[in-house]
């Protein structure tokens, strides 16, 4: 049973492009959370899908959306990049909102 | 706003004692605390959790403790071990279903 998985592993982007990363949940998990991560900081909740909707949303701006796909599986859409938004983003499934498991994150760079 | 604090930042301990961090939250609405260990450059991952309707919760050399009248939740990691070095993280699940964080803390093993 494979765990939680991300892609990209990494990413390089230039200020003003637009970014979409990639998370698939572990196996009968319905429920997919974003985090950003900076360098030495505990991660940041950006938003949480269920059911294909929105269910939570962090204090990120509207250049942050997602979506979620029958299957569970989920994307992270970010444009107009910031150098600002350079970190590391987790991704992390659940069963309900309780006992999370996360990807090993996609690391983004903005140049 | 609603917030989490963690103390200490560091903490670096003889092999074979034990380690305890401590956690703050300020939503007295929370019921949910789990706790994750985050080796460099990997995951966080979930090592034990405790909800609202529990004081204590142990598992081998790990243990949580809850008082929800302070409002606090603590770590406590006995016959520590060189793998136990890592940053550690509280969370608690606020009213909003969302996962606050602690800032964590470096444990350091001293063989």
């Known amino acids: 049973d494979a765990g939680v998985t991300q892609s990209p592993t990494h990413l390089i982007k230039t200020r003003g492009q637009q970014v979409t990363l990639r998370c698939s949940p572990k196996s009968g998990h319905d429920t997919v959370s974003w985090y950003q991560q900076a360098l030495g900081q505990g991660p940041q909740f950006i938003f949480q899908y269920y059911e294909e909707e929105e269910r939570q949303r962090g204090n990120f701006p509207d250049r942050f959306s997602g979506h979620q796909f029958p299957n569970y599986s989920s994307e992270l859409n970010v444009n107009a990049l910031l150098l600002g938004d350079s970190a590391l983003y987790l991704c992390?499934?659940?069963?309900?909102?309780?006992?999370?498991?996360f990807g090993p994150g996609t690391r983004l760079t903005v140049t | 706003g609603e917030n989490v604090e963690q103390h200490p930042s560091t903490l670096s301990v003889q092999e074979g004692d034990s380690a305890v961090i401590k956690c703050t939250y300020s939503d007295s609405a929370s019921n949910y605390f789990p706790w994750y260990k985050q080796e460099l450059g990997k995951r966080p991952q979930l090592i034990i959790d405790i909800r609202s309707n529990v004081g204590e919760k142990k598992d081998q050399r790990i243990a949580v403790t809850l008082n929800k009248t302070a409002k606090h939740f603590s770590l406590h990691i006995t016959e520590t071990q060189p793998e136990d070095s890592a940053v550690y993280f509280c969370a608690a699940l606020n009213s909003n279903y969302q996962l606050i964080w602690g800032a964590g803390t470096k444990l350091i093993i001293k063989p």
């Open positions: 992390a499934s659940s069963f309900s909102i309780y006992e999370q498991y």
